[in-house]
């Protein structure tokens, strides 16, 4: 069974530094991996995705993730954070089997900028 | 507009009654999620359909839960003799049937979410 761990429930961070929001998984199989983003009163975004191929990904707003297989990791990192990125961020697992269809999601990290 | 809506947005209704909820999927999106958002909590998996068929229950979605997509299009998310742990975000997502590997593949299009109160 496919499930997520995010250790970091809160993340203060100050503006213009870097972040890391780390992610693990655990599965069996191969996976497809998602970073989703919450901004107050909004819905979930997807942020980022691994699907396969090169194992950094990147959004178009700065944010990249790697995918590392021998440590089950897709942290999520930023060189220089803004303001307009305080949101909750969630990682989240599909394992890639046919017919496969849910995702799993972690408990979510809730990323807040400090001017 | 061409995401995911949800109907109604918020609800709050005493323990006891029965509550329903809609989703309407981007158009032509033949699959459709429903995920439950408790606080503090990221969203868990209930059900999905493809078009009209429910193929998958999470073993969440008790007696108390129906879901149906009766012409492949909305669906409808009933949770009957609420309870106030039935309190929480209840999600919609859909996504095209895509091709495996391919770059749409299981990437899910969330809604709004309809906030339920027990009261």
């Known amino acids: 069974a496919q499930s997520v761990t995010q250790l970091d429930s809160q993340v203060p961070v100050f503006e213009e530094a870097p972040v890391e929001l780390r992610c693990n998984y655990s599965?069996?199989?191969?996976?497809?991996l998602f970073w989703y983003v919450q901004y107050p009163n909004q819905g979930l975004q997807l942020l980022l995705k691994?699907?396969?191929?090169?194992?950094l990904v990147e959004s178009i707003n700065g944010f990249e993730a790697e995918f590392n297989k021998s440590q089950t990791s897709f942290h999520l990192r930023k060189p220089s954070v803004h303001i307009s990125d305080t949101a909750e961020y969630f990682c989240?697992?599909?394992?890639?089997?046919?017919?496969?269809?849910?995702?799993?999601f972690g408990t979510g990290t809730r990323l807040t900028i400090i001017p | 507009d061409t995401g995911v809506s949800q109907d109604p947005r918020h609800k709050i209704t005493k323990r006891g009654q029965n509550v329903t909820f809609r989703c309407d999927p981007i158009?032509?999106?033949?699959?459709l999620y429903w995920y439950r958002q408790t606080l503090g909590q990221g969203p868990e998996f209930l059900t999905y359909?493809?078009?009209?068929?429910?193929?998958?229950k999470s073993r969440l979605l008790s007696d108390r839960f129906s879901a149906e997509r009766p012409k492949g299009s909305f669906s409808t998310l009933e949770i009957q003799r609420t309870e106030q742990g039935d309190s929480a975000m209840y999600l919609c997502?859909?996504?095209?049937?895509?091709?495996?590997?391919?770059?749409?593949?299981?990437?899910?299009?969330f809604g709004p979410g309809t906030r339920l109160t027990v009261l």
């Open positions: 997502a859909s996504r095209d049937k895509g091709l495996a590997g391919g770059s749409s593949y299981n990437e899910q299009f």
């Open positions: 599965s069996s199989v191969s996976v497809y």
């Open positions: 691994y699907l396969s191929g090169s194992t």
């Open positions: 989240a697992v599909s394992e890639s089997w046919f017919g496969n269809e849910k995702l799993t």
């Open positions: 158009s032509e999106h033949n699959r």
């Open positions: 359909f493809q078009n009209e068929a429910q193929l998958e």
